[in-house]
């Protein structure tokens, strides 16, 4: 039998020793735009979560004029962890698993088998395989049918693949047959596949695949007695980007400054830079000044350039979060590099919107900027944006709604005529901070610094 002091000792070890927060660093009130209870914050669209300006008022209409109210500043998103860190778990089957951090906590896998003790380590409904006979392994006192998960891809798929995966190697233990089951599903954020036909049959495929990253999948089932299993069945499939592709850098300049290992990234690549030409959305910007933007190129301020002059050859910037989805296996982590200052780094891609910061389909409008970084208001789950984790939204016409983003701390402006509050998409440029003229944190800031562009293979 499991010691459970053991593995709880070990996951308060893992976690930190606290309860509440896991160990984990908690952002503060200011980094994450986390609302004050009580306090109610007029917006200039209606759209609770819309402006995302913290920090000091400087040049930030939202935050000035919320203020002015007597309000706080706009709220963000509370992250509940670190993109890219691990901690530990208790799986389904009750052992010490780990899990990941992307925009959210992922599920719980289970370890490999350990042949030191008499448990079902890795949750196949199996104990001990692979394993030396351990006389001292008893079977179960209560005689649960065992769920058995088989894939037909195994472990390993690519996205547009479909996996196939069968129950029929579980069984009833003392001569019954299994009659019910029941599957679920974790899938990485944006991932759009289902079970078919249904949750509830022996075999079900699972697709298609239109997200990289982890997935796992829990069965469990009853035998004809009414009896549960006592612990579901879990598999695990890391799914890759198809095709598989060389290393590129991505960049026009030849540099990446996110998504930095090229060869754990093969297809998206995060590339700074400037541009003076307006709009990233619409389906009418396209490169203006040969490609030659770029902050480690010969054109940093950007002028002439638009914003896809910041992708190499054979790349675009990436068009709606499931073109991210589909690209990278870890979402919005990585975008921004571990040893990155906060609020230092903005990457947008194109991504239609109407309203709330809520990410919508083609033709929906270009309401605000959306990307990765750790730059911009924070995008919570109910944003329908898949794996992206920020926005600039402006509640202000020549605002792009984020303070730390604009002059004269930052080089993004969305300036336009009318609504331009709606139309950031539409509008947005990083053509301000010419020649470091604008400082933060007791650094210079030029037009091609605080980020700029995600950009995809073609």
Known sequence: MRNSAWLAAVLLAACGGSASTGGRDV??????????????????????????????????????????????????????????????????????????CLKEWGPCFPPQEFCGNCADDDC???????????????????????????????????????????????YAQGGGKVVKWAWTAKAPAGASGKLLPSADVETVTFGPLDAAGSYLFELDVWDDK?????????????VKTWPPLEPEVGCADGQREGFLDSKAWPQ??????????????PDGVVPTCG????????????AGCSAPD???????????????????????????????????????????????????DWGDGFNDVFGCGNLGAGLGPDKGCG?????????????????????????????????????????????????????????????SDKGGVLCCRD
């Not at 109210?69 to 509370?78: A, M, N, S, T, V």
């Not at 549960?228 to 890391?238: Q, T």
């Not at 998206?268 to 959305?281: E, Q």
């Not at 080089?411 to 539409?426: F, K, Q, R, V, Y």
């Open 27 to 100: 952002p503060s009130e200011a980094d994450a735009g986390i609302v004050i209870p009580g306090v109610d914050v007029a917006y200039g669209d209606g759209a609770p979560g819309d402006g995302g300006a913290d920090g000091a008022a400087d040049g930030a209409d939202a935050v000035t004029d919320a203020k002015a109210d007597g309000g706080e500043e706009p709220p963000g998103f509370d992250y509940p962890c670190t993109p890219m860190a691990f901690e530990a778990c208790v799986t389904a089957c009750g052992s010490a698993g780990q899990r990941k």
């Open 124 to 170: 196949d409904g199996l104990i001990n395989e692979g394993c030396v006979p351990n006389p001292k392994c008893e079977p179960p006192k209560i005689e649960c049918p065992v769920a058995i998960i088989t894939v037909s891809e195994g472990n390993e798929a690519w996205t547009k693949d479909t996996l196939h995966m069968t129950a029929a190697g579980s």
């Open 226 to 238: 009414g009896t549960k299993s006592c612990v579901p069945a879990v598999a695990s499939v890391n």
């Open 268 to 281: 998206i690549a995060a590339c700074a830079g400037a541009w003076d030409k307006p709009g990233i959305t």
């Open 291 to 302: 490609l030659a933007g770029g902050d480690d190129g010969a054109n940093p301020g950007g």
């Open 310 to 360: 910041l992708c190499a050859a054979g790349w675009h910037v990436c068009k709606g979060w499931q073109d991210v989805a589909s690209r990278s296996d870890t979402g919005c982590a990585g975008a921004t590099p571990p040893d990155a200052k906060q609020k230092s780094l903005f990457f947008a891609i194109r991504q239609p919107s109407e309203n709330h910061s809520v990410c919508g």
């Open 387 to 447: 794996p992206l984790d920020r926005v600039l939204a402006s509640t202000q016409p020549n605002s792009c709604g984020f303070n730390e983003a604009m002059p004269n701390l930052g080089p993004w402006e969305c300036l336009g005529t009318g609504a331009s509050d709606l139309n950031e998409g539409a509008n947005v440029t990083k053509k301000a901070c010419q020649n470091a003229s604008c400082s933060y944190d007791g650094y210079p800031v030029g037009s």
